[in-house]
């Protein structure tokens, strides 16, 4: 992190869930005109469609999709593509169920679990169908981002996909806001005829950890620019959006620990989510330190000291990780490892500037990280019309 090395962003992949064709209630019956019928088969087949080519192809050079994200326009339209689907198929089925009310529960839709427990089952809830939608929405913008600057990146590259990274990921972060809205929509009242029981709380609990993900990877990008702008480390943006930056990831892992599941990908994930947050707490106070240096070294010392603690956890990440005890999920050994050779140079630095210049001792008193400065904030993103409140439906 925050060196030119090409592997410095290590980002998850995040499944998308797979769908079938509905089925028909038959609890339910409802006038639904064969025109209506025709337009939301074909809706759906295509963002279906859209879907299933990204989890096939996105990852791997030389494909269709590949060639659709060449360049930041291509991939705006490539993103607007995706949303436009999603929109006009969520928008026609809002269209259906406000002429015919009956039409919300008319079919049972079914969608593979994600990072959640597996689960094999159908729900006769429209809005059931507008959350699969939109979580594979905010997957794809995520999954965008990782094949960005994981799989294409090259040093010349670096700077332009950074760029279009940060775009799609505060974007990713809105769709899974709007998966939020949608879940407590469904948790407020019921409309389905079959009383099967999903994990709603679940569902908003990785709905919430994944929207505080996507905006942690942005500001980790941001971060990132800002030390590159200014590699000497001594700007005071660049240490309070590091110190934003373990906060985000701090947030993201007290999320991670509220999702109850055992899925294996779920696993990999918030194991590099707590890495990460480990990560950036010994690099937040190494930021720190180098800002504060020039002005007040025994400051810096003092917040040199803090950090220390938190240097010997990436240490003890490695030495783990060489016995072979643990496993750094998406190859992230080298990020760990580039990590910890960043905060022992900049601490051999710091202190051979002290000892040359100034020879100063630590504050006597504990000296707090600079404020933190948010960077990534959600975009405001909305559904292209409103979910129905419980007065309203009664």
């Known amino acids: 992190m925050f060196s030119n090395d090409t592997v410095k962003y290590i980002f998850p992949t995040i499944p998308i869930r797979q769908t079938k064709k509905p089925d028909v209630n038959s609890q339910v019956e409802v006038d639904v005109s064969s025109a209506d019928k025709k337009k939301l088969k074909n809706e759906r087949e295509k963002c279906v469609d859209f879907f299933e080519n990204v989890r096939k192809h996105l990852g791997r050079k030389g494909n269709a999709v590949d060639e659709r994200l060449n360049t930041s326009d291509a991939c705006e339209r490539f993103v607007s593509e995706l949303v436009n689907l999603v929109d006009t198929y969520a928008s026609s089925i809002a269209s259906v169920v406000a002429k015919l009310p009956q039409f919300a529960s008319w079919q049972y839709y079914y969608w593979s679990s994600s990072l959640a427990d597996a689960q094999q089952m159908a729900f006769d809830d429209y809005r059931y169908e507008l959350l699969g939608m939109y979580y594979n929405v905010g997957a794809c913008l995520m999954n965008i981002a990782q094949y960005l600057l994981s799989v294409r ?75 590159t702008a200014d590699s000497k480390e001594a700007a005071d943006t660049t240490a309070r959006l590091s110190h934003q930056l373990f906060l985000m990831y701090e947030a993201a892992r007290n999320n991670a620990q509220r999702v109850s599941t055992r899925n294996e990908e779920f696993i990999k994930v918030s194991t590099l989510i707590v890495v990460k947050a480990d990560v950036f707490r010994a690099l937040a106070y190494q930021h720190a330190a180098s800002h504060v240096m020039t002005k007040t070294p025994d400051a810096a010392l003092s917040i040199l000291a803090q950090g220390q603690e938190y240097a010997k956890i990436l240490e003890d990440y490695l030495t783990k990780s060489q ?56 975009p405001d993103i909305s559904l292209p019309f409103r979910l129905e409140d419980k007065k309203e439906q009664e």
């Open 153 to 227: 990146v090259t040093v010349g590259s670096l700077s332009v996909l950074e760029k279009d990274s940060y775009r799609v990921l505060i974007k990713a972060a809105g769709y899974f806001h709007i998966c939020g809205e949608i879940v407590d929509n469904m948790k407020s009242h019921e409309i389905g005829v079959a009383q099967v029981p999903i994990p709603l709380d679940t569902a908003k609990a990785l709905q919430v950890l994944l929207e505080s993900l996507a905006l942690a990877q942005a500001q980790e990008i941001g971060v990132s620019k800002a030390f």
């Open 323 to 378: 016995k072979g005890k643990i496993k750094i999920p998406y190859n992230g050994e080298r990020f760990v490892e580039l990590s910890s050779a960043t905060v022992k140079n900049n601490t051999e630095r710091i202190n051979k500037i002290n000892s040359l210049v100034h020879r100063a001792k630590p504050a006597a008193t504990k000296v707090p990280l600079p404020a933190a400065q948010p960077l990534a904030t959600r």
